[in-house]
């Protein structure tokens, strides 16, 4: 599947323009900065592209990850400069395009800092005015509507069953899984 979406790469690896495409069709993301964010977590090493192992790591927590590895990959995507913690600034970039400006003269930056105060008041357990990893996963155990409480980051349902149906049919095609298939063609290489 990598292949085919990188298939003029002599590198079996996907840039991030790809990736954008890729989201964008199969899960309907389209806010740039979350896809962005979405890209860096799936490109482990940081080296621009997302290669196989990367994008089977990476496709294994956003379509069928256990409840952890979601809520890692969430702090993850939403900690920009992955410091380990998701500050004031970080939710107010994240939150920005979740609120429809205000036909008022009002500052429409007020109601985004509000917005902030009052997610960093639900998400900071330890009041140290940042929300820590342990922070996160308190708060999402405890709610697990929270889990993209910052901008959606993972598919929703119906894109993601149909992206499983999809690839579904298309072992059912050759009657054989994607890693006997790989192994019939000789190696897989990371």
């Known amino acids: 599947m990598l292949k085919q979406q990188c298939p003029n790469s002599p590198k079996i690896r996907m840039d991030r323009n790809k990736f954008n495409d890729f989201v964008h069709k199969n899960f309907e993301m389209t806010d740039e900065m979350i896809v962005d964010r979405v890209f860096r977590a799936f490109d482990e090493d940081n080296d621009g592209f997302i290669n196989e192992l990367e994008w089977v790591k990476g496709l294994s927590i956003f379509l069928r990850g256990t409840m952890e590895e979601k809520m890692k990959f969430c702090f993850d995507v939403y900690d920009m400069n992955a410091d380990g913690y998701i500050s004031r600034e970080e939710m107010f970039h994240l939150l920005k395009n979740s609120i429809l400006k205000p036909a008022t003269e009002e500052d429409p930056d007020e109601g985004i800092k509000d917005l902030v105060e009052i997610t960093l008041k639900k998400f900071d357990y330890d009041h140290d005015t940042r929300v820590s990893f342990d922070d996160w996963t308190k708060c999402v155990n405890e709610d697990n509507l929270l889990l993209e409480a910052l901008g959606p980051c993972l598919p929703n349902l119906k894109t993601k ?28 290489t990371y």
């Open 161 to 188: 069953n149909a992206f499983l149906e999809l690839v579904s049919d298309a072992q059912h095609d050759t009657g054989m899984s994607i890693s006997a298939q790989q192994k019939l063609k000789g190696k897989v």
